[in-house]
């Protein structure tokens, strides 16, 4: 079976396939680390409502509200898996969603088109991503949401998705959002495109960035440009990375956002796994959820 390591086999673009393993430290070392983390999300209470955002339940969300009277601060999740309809879904992000809400987090898990998908691609997944954050503002009227501080939170494919929705105040009219973030939470991910073409299909098994973008960077230069949020530092806000298996491609862009003026602080997590850090109840889905709950918001809930 074949193992992603550092180096330019390190570059685990998605929730990677099935196939590739990532076995340490495993309840159940017959499970690969993709498979704990699946089978701990399934283990998530339900959400306080599942909701459509968009025209379908591929344009939906779950809210997790915390006890109290709030209003709470609020994390939008988004789920990695290649950007691709057949590796990962919201459901693997419940736990972490989860484990944020029962630290007074009000989290907001969402779904978008994904390659496979009508529609996904550039532009469609990244109108969804974008449309899934601004519908905290519709979700406010009716639950105690402090919009003044929200963080984006994501998980591999979801990292990049997640940057590119914190760098939407530097784009065109039709990006600009309606929630301004106070923070990003990139949790093992790409924050640009162009230079992982070729090394997607080792690490996803087949090609997702030229399908996802609709052509090759030479072909569809503007787009990769938007689509990159390491091409639009600063994002002018508080940046956390937690660095897993992505290490040799993140702490680049680490310093690069540091050297925009962005303030930047990591997290070290397994650089040989990238699915463990998604599990709370293990050591480092917990220190990521301190990590998260301590240092993503400007200030206290109430």
């Known amino acids: 079976m074949k193992r992603f390591l550092m180096g330019a086999t390190a570059f685990a673009l998605c929730a990677v396939h099935t196939t590739a393993v990532f076995a340490q430290g495993a309840p159940d070392s017959s499970q690969s680390s993709e498979q704990r983390y699946k089978e701990r999300a399934s283990r998530a209470a ?47 992000t419940q736990a972490v969603a989860e484990a944020l809400t029962n630290r007074g987090i009000a989290t ?3 779904e978008y088109r994904r390659l496979g998908d009508s529609g996904a691609g550039w532009p469609g997944t990244f109108e969804d991503v974008s449309a899934g954050v601004d519908y905290l503002v519709v979700l406010a009227k009716s639950y105690p949401l ?41 949790i093992d991910g790409p924050a640009t495109l162009a230079p992982f073409v070729g090394i997607d299909a080792q690490a996803c098994g087949k090609p997702v960035i030229v399908p ?8 569809k230069a503007e787009a990769y440009d938007a689509a ?17 298996n992505f290490t040799p491609f993140m702490e ?27 599990m709370p109840g293990l050591p480092n889905g917990d220190k990521v959820i301190e990590f998260v709950a301590t240092r993503a918001f400007s200030k206290k809930s109430e």
């Open 46 to 92: 339900p959400p306080t409502i599942t909701t459509r955002y968009g025209a379908d339940d591929l344009r939906s969300g779950q809210l997790r509200m915390p006890k109290g009277k709030g209003p709470f601060p609020v994390a939008v999740v988004i789920h990695g898996g290649c950007w691709s309809a057949d590796y990962d879904t919201l459901m693997g």
């Open 108 to 110: 907001w898990n969402i």
């Open 146 to 186: 402090d919009l003044s501080n929200v963080t984006l939170v994501g998980h591999s494919a979801g990292a990049h998705l997640a940057a590119w929705a914190a760098s939407r105040s530097k784009l065109e009219k039709k990006w600009q959002p309606k929630v301004s973030p106070v923070s990003l939470v990139m």
């Open 212 to 219: 996802l973008m609709g052509g090759t960077p030479a072909e």
């Open 228 to 244: 990159s949020p390491a091409a639009h530092l600063p994002l002018g806000m508080k940046q956390l990375l937690v660095l897993g």
């Open 252 to 278: 680049p862009y680490a310093d690069a956002a540091r050297g925009s003026g962005d303030t930047v602080e990591t997290l070290q997590t397994d650089p040989n796994d990238h699915f463990d850090m998604m």
